[in-house]
């Protein structure tokens, strides 16, 4: 029966108008193709018709009978289309797989499938923008850093070029309260005897009567050495805040570190002639007028056709370098920084064993005096320093990057570091853009290699002093003494 409705009704709108016709939907989701329904009319649940604008009678003319038979329920999702090109082109030529009858209540929009070619233009098209979009916020935030870092070094070269501001020691309330002190009438300074020279003290041979206040701090036999003794005397050109600082310095440095065979005692302070003298452990002589007395020796020996290599005492040279990594790894293990260790603060013995002074600058690695563009900063010899010490850095292994430059002085035989640059602001620029000491006259492949570790830019990678130690321990097995050099008495 709702076979021959449907034929019916096909016959009366294909006389009428051929442009309307009607489109099943079958319920095994076959592809029903335009037309051919008559196959499948008796399966069908779900009609659509499509028609023009001027025949809208003609779907209640459809419906009615087949409602009335109970072959069509009213809440069927039936539909009525307008027969123009765009579902002509669509609708009428899609299987029910592809557009799946649901009710209008349930309908979703219907986005047609993209193909994987169109998919890979557009990730492709969103990765080459994320890309820009990366590079261009990283190239903005290195700019930025680049510049305030340079603004920061500008700012350092400018304060380490101001003239400094200084205060007599009576108007400094912190003298009064400054511990170790000895009595002036029991220090007496040899201004004829000159030990060594610095760019803002220098230092005298001294005699102390009675006891060194160390003592009281020390509990050792060997330091009753230190009484009624010889001293080296430490006389600033002028005695103001920061001069201050370091000798409160180097007072707490001595407190924490107490005693060490690598570590030269300060022994106490005075005041002469309204200057703060600091006294300190007398010994032969530091290493710079050691190297030069090499030095000499070597150019001698070169004119009276001997080689210089023959005239360099290399096992004494890494007998030093491994003391003075023994007593900065004592230091370290103290949670202390040196901050300023070069050849002329490492001290020799008459036996010569090397002990490390120079601790006016020496204390915990955080300490704020030491903070970014701060004044104590312009005090430190730019030319041993390491890159990150510029902007208020420092660590145990900033003292890593300082001991690969003391190295250099003495496989060059004392020569200056960077000899080249003379402005601080030069130097400061040259070492931030990755400018390390060149391979020394008289040093090894192998030793530079350890040089070279030391001067890398990413602090994590420099060795500690422990690693140098050992380092150096071996070297130092692997040269035999040279009697042919004799330092000078």
Same mark, same amino acid.
């Given at each position: 029966?709702?076979?021959?409705?449907?034929?019916?009704?096909?016959?009366?709108v294909?006389?009428?108008?051929?442009?309307?016709?009607?489109?099943?939907?079958?319920?095994?989701? $076959?592809?029903?193709?335009?037309?051919?329904?008559t196959?499948?009319?008796?399966?069908?649940?779900?009609?659509?018709?499509?028609?023009?604008?001027?025949?809208?009678?003609?779907?209640?003319?459809?419906?009615l009978?087949?409602?009335?038979?109970?072959?069509?329920?009213?809440?069927?999702?039936?539909?009525?289309?307008?027969?123009?090109?765009?579902?002509?082109?669509?609708?009428?030529?899609?299987?029910?797989?592809?557009?799946?009858?649901?009710?209008?209540?349930?309908?979703?929009?219907?986005?047609?499938?993209?193909?994987?070619?169109?998919?890979l233009?557009?990730?492709?098209?969103?990765?080459?923008?994320?890309?820009?979009?990366?590079?261009?916020?990283?190239?903005?935030?290195?700019?930025?850093?680049?510049?305030?870092?340079?603004?920061?070094?500008?700012l350092?070269?400018?304060?380490?070029?101001?003239?400094?501001?200084?205060?007599?020691?009576?108007?400094?309330?912190?003298?009064?309260?400054?511990?170790?002190?000895?009595?002036?009438?029991?220090?007496?300074?040899d201004? $004829?005897?000159?030990?060594?020279?610095?760019?803002?003290?220098?230092?005298?041979?001294?005699?102390l009567?009675?006891?060194?206040?160390?003592?009281?701090?020390?509990?050792?036999? $060997?330091?009753?050495?230190?009484?009624?003794?010889?001293?080296?005397?430490?006389?600033?050109?002028?005695?103001?805040?920061?001069?201050?600082?370091?000798?409160?310095?180097?007072?707490?440095?001595?407190?924490?570190?107490?005693?060490?065979?690598?570590?030269?005692?300060?022994?106490?302070?005075?005041?002469?002639?309204?200057?703060?003298?600091?006294?300190?452990?007398?010994?032969?002589?530091?290493?710079?007028?050691?190297?030069?007395?090499?030095?000499?020796?070597?150019?001698?020996?070169?004119?009276s056709?001997?080689?210089?290599m023959?005239?360099?005492?290399?096992?004494?040279?890494?007998?030093?370098?491994?003391?003075?990594?023994?007593?900065? $790894?004592?230091?370290?293990?103290?949670?202390?920084?040196?901050?300023?260790?070069?050849?002329?603060?490492?001290?020799?013995?008459?036996?010569?064993?090397?002990?490390?002074?120079?601790?006016?600058?020496?204390?915990?690695?955080?300490?704020?005096?030491?903070?970014?563009?701060?004044?104590?900063?312009? +005090?430190?010899?730019?030319?041993?320093?390491?890159?990150?010490?510029?902007?208020?850095?420092?660590?145990?292994?900033?003292?890593?990057?300082?001991?690969?430059?003391?190295?250099?002085?003495?496989?060059?035989?004392?020569?200056?570091?960077?000899?080249?640059?003379?402005? &601080?602001?030069?130097?400061?620029?040259?070492?931030?853009?990755?400018?390390?000491?060149?391979?020394?006259?008289?040093?090894?492949?192998q030793?530079?290699?350890?040089?070279?570790?030391?001067?890398?830019?990413?602090?994590?990678?420099?060795?500690?002093?422990?690693?140098?130690?050992?380092?150096f321990h071996?070297?130092?097995?692997?040269? +035999?003494?040279?009697?042919?050099?004799? &330092?000078?008495?």
């Amino acid at each position: 029966m709702k076979a021959q409705i449907f034929t019916n009704f096909v016959e009366r709108v294909t006389s009428a108008n051929n442009r309307t016709f009607a489109y099943l939907f079958v319920d095994d989701s $076959e592809c029903a193709v335009t037309r051919n329904f008559t196959t499948n009319i008796r399966d069908s649940t779900h009609i659509r018709l499509v028609m023009t604008e001027d025949l809208n009678d003609v779907y209640e003319d459809f419906t009615l009978p087949l409602v009335r038979l109970g072959f069509l329920d009213k809440t069927i999702d039936n539909q009525v289309i307008h027969n123009d090109m765009f579902f002509l082109q669509n609708y009428s030529t899609s299987c029910t797989d592809e557009i799946p009858m649901v009710p209008l209540l349930y309908a979703r929009p219907w986005h047609r499938p993209k193909y994987l070619s169109i998919a890979l233009d557009d990730m492709l098209t969103i990765f080459i923008c994320a890309t820009i979009s990366v590079t261009t916020f990283g190239i903005l935030i290195y700019r930025h850093v680049n510049r305030k870092h340079k603004k920061q070094v500008e700012l350092l070269s400018e304060l380490m070029l101001q003239p400094r501001i200084y205060k007599a020691p009576k108007e400094c309330a912190k003298v009064a309260r400054l511990p170790w002190e000895i009595k002036s009438e029991n220090v007496h300074i040899d201004t $004829e005897f000159l030990l060594g020279e610095g760019t803002i003290s220098n230092v005298y041979l001294g005699k102390l009567k009675g006891k060194a206040p160390i003592m009281q701090w020390i509990d050792r036999i $060997e330091m009753k050495q230190y009484q009624d003794c010889a001293v080296a005397v430490r006389v600033p050109r002028h005695f103001d805040e920061p001069e201050e600082d370091q000798l409160q310095r180097e007072i707490a440095s001595m407190r924490q570190l107490r005693h060490h065979d690598h570590i030269a005692l300060l022994l106490g302070w005075t005041n002469k002639n309204d200057l703060v003298c600091s006294l300190l452990e007398l010994t032969h002589m530091n290493l710079i007028k050691y190297l030069s007395q090499i030095k000499e020796t070597a150019e001698a020996s070169n004119s009276s056709g001997f080689t210089p290599m023959s005239r360099i005492p290399f096992q004494v040279l890494f007998k030093i370098i491994y003391e003075t990594c023994d007593g900065i $790894e004592f230091i370290h293990s103290r949670n202390l920084v040196h901050r300023d260790l070069t050849a002329r603060n490492v001290l020799l013995t008459t036996g010569l064993r090397a002990k490390i002074s120079g601790f006016g600058f020496c204390s915990e690695p955080d300490d704020p005096k030491f903070a970014a563009n701060s004044l104590a900063l312009r +005090y430190l010899p730019v030319r041993w320093l390491a890159p990150e010490c510029f902007i208020g850095k420092f660590g145990v292994k900033s003292d890593s990057w300082s001991f690969a430059v003391l190295m250099y002085e003495i496989f060059s035989l004392g020569e200056q570091p960077y000899e080249d640059l003379i402005r &601080p602001e030069e130097i400061i620029e040259s070492i931030r853009k990755g400018r390390i000491p060149a391979h020394p006259k008289y040093c090894s492949k192998q030793t530079y290699k350890i040089m070279q570790s030391c001067f890398q830019t990413f602090v994590s990678r420099r060795p500690n002093f422990t690693q140098l130690k050992n380092a150096f321990h071996v070297q130092s097995t692997n040269y +035999y003494s040279n009697p042919a050099f004799e &330092p000078d008495s």
